[in-house]
C-alpha cells in the first residue's frame, strides 16, 4: 500500500510540476497550421474555401457538434459576412475580415461556449505542379489552462485539420 501511495504521490508531483512548467515556459502565442495538395485548379478549390458556405461543407469542427443550426449573415464570400453557430452546448461565429479571390480568406473565429475566445484563421491557395495547395492556419492566445493543454490541442488539430482538408480534397477532385 506504501508503495502505492508513493507512485500515486509521484504521479501528482510530477503532473504539479509539468502545469508549472507549461504556464511559465510555453508561449501564450499558439499556431497551427496543416496544408494539402489537391488535384485541382485553384478556382475549382475555391468554392470551398473562399465562402463559410462553401466551408461548412468540409468543416470538420462542425461535424463533431450535434443538433447544430447555422446561420449566416450575406452571401459567405464577402468582407463582413459571416455566420453563427449554437448547437450541443457549443456556440460561435465567423467573419470573413479579408479575401484575395482564388488567393486567400481570411477570418476571425470567435468562440462564445464552452469557453470565450477568439481566433485568426487563414486560408491559403497556391500553385502547385498540376494542382493546388491549400494551407490551413489558426493563430490564438492561450490562457494559463489552454498552455497546459497544449500537447492535447496540437494533437486534436492535427485530426481535425487533418479531416478537413482530406474531405475539401475529396469535394474538389470529383
Known sequence: MKTFLKIIGIIVL???VYALVAVLAFSKEYH???????KAPKEKVWQYVGSLKGYNMWDPFSKEIRDISITYSGDGDKVGDSYH?????????QTITGIVPNEKMM??????????????VVFTLTPEGNGTKVT????????NMMK????MMNSNMDKM??????????????
Do not use: C, H
Request: no cysteine; net charge negative; hydrophobic share 35%.
Open 107 to 120: 477570418t476571425n473565429l470567435r468562440f462564445i461556449q464552452p469557453f470565450e475566445g477568439n481566433a485568426k
Open 161 to 174: 485539420f487533418g479531416q478537413g482538408l482530406e474531405d475539401l480534397k475529396k469535394l474538389s477532385e470529383k
Open 32 to 38: 497551427y497550421e496543416k496544408s494539402v495538395v489537391i
Open 85 to 93: 453557430w449554437k448547437g450541443d452546448e457549443n456556440e460561435g461565429e
Open 148 to 151: 497546459i493543454m497544449k500537447p
Open 136 to 143: 490551413w492556419a489558426i493563430d490564438n492566445e492561450l490562457n
Open 14 to 16: 510530477l503532473a504539479i
